[in-house]
């Protein structure tokens, strides 16, 4: 490492304002964007809304979302489907990643073909997926009948738990994918020479993944793992098309809850609250994502 | 001679005015029925004959999946941006204040159009005392059989199963390895809670008091009877597995298929089995939901969005639809059952025996959704949860449902 | 490396192939049989019967070149907006010792996770003001704000490890910044550039719920609002929609295959250095 950065290096004092004129255009129209609806969205968090009638209601949304067990259950749903998907998400992508590395010439055929489910549209796949699924005619039952584990007619999105596998299964499918890609492309960096050291010592191959492979990947499987959580926590496409966020609520995640509440219920301003809370519940994410990434610091 | 010229100029520009403010009005049209293949030929002809007759008017249809119907409705009604002419969960719509209210136009029309309906029908297009919509298509559900299972089975047609158990000696007759009597559905829409309410008020029960104050699923014996017995259905084996992901359309294609007997819809159900199994034509058998003679009978109706800028273009629109021509058309090439009380002796209605049959079984039918502006969610969440939870837990049914009226009495109350 | 473990290893991916690609294969083999044979059990994985029908109907019956030329509008307008942005964004951060950088990307960050069910009533409020409904740019103004996060997330890598000398002497050459960013800086930062890019199209492309609300003509709709009318409550015909299904997937296949090289490189510039 050299001892200071080219990067690191102060621009000139002076023109520092350029630096901010680089900054505002881009800034300047996500605010427009982004931002406006964004405080229109927070507005109607404290309003009760009734179709085109509306009155003031402060927190009182809050406290309703706050108090209702739905929105609990919802959470818990949404943990454990976070949890699971970023999990699988990073063991199987790391796995294919360490699989592609070994796999000679065919590396970049291969990882465009695994990469494929990553470039379908969510609402899509889930819908691909409804059909595979589907009890009486789909395939994946008459697969599972072929190797005895299904008697036929397995209502895989009609039960709570299998439902909720199922969901988890759709999104590993299409997520995969994307953590393989970045891990892959962190497996690059990795410099030869120090394998080639670990080898004149000895090592084995796990020892060589632990004490060269896994250090020097460390920081983008962290990297990985925050972004991928941010991205699952709003899984909204998926769900909503799989199960609606059913059977009696197994797979409601806050997102699909959110709509629900909107859309279904007509209460946009409790739809409002709800998806304020989801947004720090993936603010205090992103802090954790910066911090861990030191996105923050200036590297040197 | 002054006077004469007067109103030579007068009458000139009363002529000339029309022809002056011919430019061409649009005006949205959304309903989620757009996107059924079945309807698809009526409406493209439905809107080519309005305009041909309307040339100042353009209707623009808007194609939306059922699933997102309401909330892209609601997105643009936001905005006072919705489609004109709307087909929408009438009270839900009028009390969020998405609807115009329709009786200065209802009430200018000749008494020969405003008797087409019976006030049976009239009443479920008002919410507090307002007309929100016009009456346009319904579907009465019946039981509907396959002729050639009944067969096999050593079941006579002629003679339908009239009560409830005989109903459930059939389905178990009808019952074998890789076929089943019925369906039960659990599915997450409103079809769920169409099905479970044929077979409460068929059995003499009911599922809410009169003013929709209070909800009796488990309260009325009647009703929680019906309940235990439908929902048992899937326990005992007697209906297809799976029941909760089946809605309308597996439903449909598991009948198609041969997999199930019976199965429990509207007249519209016949064109989509015969458009998935042409095989069937001439092999379905139509009869009465077995009971006291109760069915539930849809009713979709035309409505102008509140923040529409050219109603009057709109009520032309929905008065086209809502004609006789159009009735026949939807009734001969889509299976929606005219609402008018003028068709019976149509020569085209007259001469389909089964379309007749529904007409029949629909004297007694009790009209669906039910006036509440909670109904849609009501229908389309918590009844298909309760549902939901029953069929997985059994033995906890009469619970669930108690539940279930704590919940809705709430819900029916707080608005 | 030892033999079993090579077998092995070949077993692996040859399963994940299997897991990745089946579902497409049954998507290509429902969308090629006729109704009748959609529903048969056991179901066939290869059929006599299978005929290009599905995917004519879908063509003739639907406006689906128009829903293809419309995503493609929208995409390609929001990849150039988010790129551009993001590459402005990108060199302001790098090229000046700002010292509230760190801030600036955690807000854009920010931005990136905001749920769309929460903003799509008000931005739908807002463009029906502007009136903007039922155009491609409301769709691109949203696409494009999306995915800038990202996009700078990615090409800040790739301009820090461009150093600063290289701007310098091309301003010391007479360049003024604008110049030297467009003349020398963004040609070296292109592999980071196209795979921003590229992501920024697939996110636009494969989008649903925006172009759901802000478009209600036919003749306006994105494919992936296209496709969705297809599946009716009432009916919903396999094989059409996912003859459809796949006709919105190709293109996409396609160009990640073409430039699949770029978004190697590019991750591996800009995200794992970080």
Redesign the interface.
């Known amino acids: 490492m050299p001892a200071r ?3 690191a ?3 000139l004092r002076r ?2 304002w ?6 505002a ?3 300047l ?2 605010a427009g ?2 931002l ?3 405080i ?2 927070v507005y ?1 968090s404290t309003l009760r809304i009734r179709g085109m009638n509306a009155s003031f209601v402060g927190l009182g949304n809050y406290a309703r979302v706050l108090g209702s067990e739905v929105f609990w259950t919802s959470m818990g749903v949404s943990v454990r489907f976070t949890i699971a998907c970023v999990a699988l998400h990073i063991v199987l992508g790391f ?2 990643a360490l ?2 590395e ?2 000679g010439r065919a590396r ?1 055929a ?8 990553w ?7 889930a ?3 409804l ?2 699924f589907e009890p ?2 789909g ?1 994946l039952n ?1 697969l599972l009948g072929l190797v005895g584990l299904s008697q036929g007619g397995q209502s895989w999105l009609g039960e709570p738990g299998t439902a909720f596998g199922a969901a988890v299964l759709v999104d590993v ?1 299409r997520g995969t ?1 994307f953590v393989m ?2 891990l ?3 497996l ?2 990795v410099p030869r020479d120090q394998y080639e050291a670990a080898m004149l010592d000895g090592a084995n191959a796990l020892q060589q993944f632990r004490h060269v492979t896994l250090p020097n990947v460390a ?2 499987v962290a ?1 990985a793992a925050t972004l991928d959580t ?1 991205n699952t926590v ?1 899984q ?2 998926i769900v909503a098309v799989l199960t609606g966020g059913g059977p009696a609520g197994a797979t409601e995640v806050l ?1 699909v809850l ?2 629900n509440t ?1 859309f279904r219920a007509n209460d ?1 301003g409790g ?2 609250a709800i ?2 809370l ?2 720090v519940v ?2 205090a ?3 954790l ?2 911090s861990i ?7 040197a | 001679m002054n006077r004469l010229l007067v109103s030579v100029v007068v009458a000139a520009l009363a002529l000339a005015a029309p022809l002056a403010r011919a430019e061409t009005v649009t005006i ?1 049209w ?1 309903t ?1 029925n757009l ?4 309807f698809e030929p009526v409406w493209k002809a439905m809107i080519a004959a309005f305009e041909a007759a309307n040339p100042d008017i353009h209707v ?9 119907d309401w ?2 409705f ?3 009604a ?4 919705a ?1 004109c002419v709307v087909q929408t969960d009438l009270a839900t719509a009028a009390f969020n204040g998405y609807l115009l209210p329709l009786d200065a136009l209802w009430n200018a029309e000749p008494d020969s159009l405003r008797a087409t309906y019976s006030p049976d029908i009239m009443r479920a297009m008002h919410w507090k005392g307002q007309l929100y919509g016009i009456p346009i298509w319904g579907g009465v559900f019946a039981e509907i059989y396959n002729r050639d299972m009944l067969a096999a089975a050593g079941l006579d047609p002629t003679h339908l199963p009239a009560t409830a158990a005989d109903y459930v000696d059939w389905l178990r007759r009808l019952t074998k390895p890789g076929q089943w009597g019925t369906a039960v559905l659990g599915g997450p ?1 409103d ?1 769920t809670t169409r099905l479970l309410l044929t077979w409460i008020w068929a059995n003499g029960g009911e599922a809410f008091n009169a003013d929709m104050t209070k909800a009796t699923f488990a309260a009325d014996p009647k009703s929680l009877e019906a309940i235990k017995a439908y929902l048992g259905l899937a326990a005992q084996g007697l209906a297809a597995p799976s029941p909760n992901t089946t ?3 597996e439903q449909t ?1 598991l009948f ?2 041969g997999r199930i007997a019976t199965m429990r819809s509207a007249y ?1 159900a016949i064109a ?1 089995v015969l ?3 042409p095989g069937l034509a001439g092999k379905l058998v139509v009869g009465p939901v077995p009971g006291n003679g109760a069915t539930l009978a849809t009713l979709s109706s035309a409505s102008i969005a509140a923040s529409c800028k050219y109603p009057s273009q709109a009520w032309a629109f929905i008065k086209f639809q809502a004609g006789k021509h159009w009735a026949v058309e939807r009734a001969r090439v889509s299976n929606w059952m005219p609402l008018r009380n003028d068709m019976a002796d149509d020569p085209d209605i007259a001469k389909d025996p089964q379309l007749q049959r529904f007409l029949e079984i629909g004297r007694t039918a009790r009209s669906y959704p039910l006036p509440h502006p909670a109904w849609a969610d009501i229908a389309g969440t918590d009844i298909v949860k309760a549902v939901q939870r029953a069929l997985l837990d059994p033995a906890r049914t009469e619970q669930i449902f108690r539940e279930l009226d704590a919940m809705l009495t709430r819900k029916l109350n707080d608005l | ?1 030892t033999r079993p473990w090579a077998i092995l ?1 070949w077993a ?2 040859a399963v ?2 299997v ?3 089946f ?2 294969y ?2 290509l083999n ?1 969308a090629l049989k006729p ?2 044979d ?6 066939e994985f290869i059929s006599p019967n299978w005929s290009l029908a599905g995917f004519r109907t879908v063509l003739t019956e639907r406006p689906v070149l128009r829903w293809f030329v419309n995503s493609a509008i929208v995409a390609a307008g929001s990849t150039l907006i988010a790129t551009f ?2 590459a ?2 990108s ?8 010292r509230f ?26 463009m ?2 502007l009136n903007l ?1 039922d155009t491609h740019l409301a769709l691109i ?2 696409y ?3 995915s ?1 996060p990202f996009a ?1 997330w990615m090409l800040v890598g790739f ?2 490890a461009i ?3 290289i701007d310098e002497a091309a301003m010391m050459d007479g360049a003024s ?1 604008l110049t030297a960013l467009r003349r020398v800086i963004l040609p070296l930062a292109a592999p980071g550039l196209v795979a921003a890019g590229l992501f920024t199209f ?1 996110m636009a ?5 925006w172009a ?2 802000l478009t ?3 003749q306006h ?1 994105v494919m ?1 609002v296209g ?12 094989n059409e ?2 003859a459809a ?1 796949l006709i ?2 190709l293109p ?2 396609g160009l ?2 073409l430039l ?2 770029h ?2 490189s590019g ?2 510039a800009g ?4």
Not at chain 1, 110 to 117: A, E, F, N
Not at chain 3, 112 to 126: G, H
Not at chain 3, 205 to 209: G, Q
Not at chain 3, 271 to 274: D, E, L, M, P, S
């Open positions: 950065a080219p990067w290096q102060p621009g023109e520092r350029h630096g901010l004129l680089f900054l255009i881009p800034l129209y996500l964007v982004v406006l609806p964004l229109q969205a109607s796995g294919l699989l592609l070994s796999a970049t291969l990882r465009l073909i695994l990469m494929t489910p470039m379908v549209a969510p609402a899509i796949a819908t691909i997926w059909w595979l009486h005619f395939v008459y499918w994918p890609l970045l892959s492309a962190g690059q960096t920081y983008i990297v941010i709003r909204f496409d997102p959110l709509y909107g946009l739809a409002a998806g304020v989801l947004l993936v603010l994410l992103v802090v994502h910066v990434t030191g996105l923050d610091r200036t590297r | 949205q959304q989620a996107t059924e293949p079945q623009e249809p808007v194609l939306v999946a059922r699933k997102d909330t892209k609601v997105t643009s936001q905005a006072r941006r489609p829409t079809t809605n309308y359309l294609v198609a298929q519209w989509k458009g998935d199994n | 490396m290893r692996a991916l994940a192939v897991v990745a690609l579902p497409f049954w998507m429902t109704p009748a959609v529903m048969r059990w056991p179901p942005l993001a402005l964004a060199y302001g951060l790098t090229r000046f010792h700002l950088s760190g801030a600036v990307m955690v807000l854009l960050l920010f931005a990136k996770m905001l749920p769309e069910t929460l903003l799509v009533i008000p931005y739908f409020q807002m029906s003001e409904i103004l949203v494009s704000s999306y800038v700078v301009f820090r150093p600063i000398e910044r697939l492309w494969n989008s649903y719920v759901l609300v209600t003509d036919a709709y992936s496709v969705a009318t297809m599946i009716g409550e009432y009916r919903v015909q396999w929609l996912m299904a919105a997937t996409v296949l990640c295959a699949d090289r978004l190697a991750l591996t995200a794992v250095k970080g």
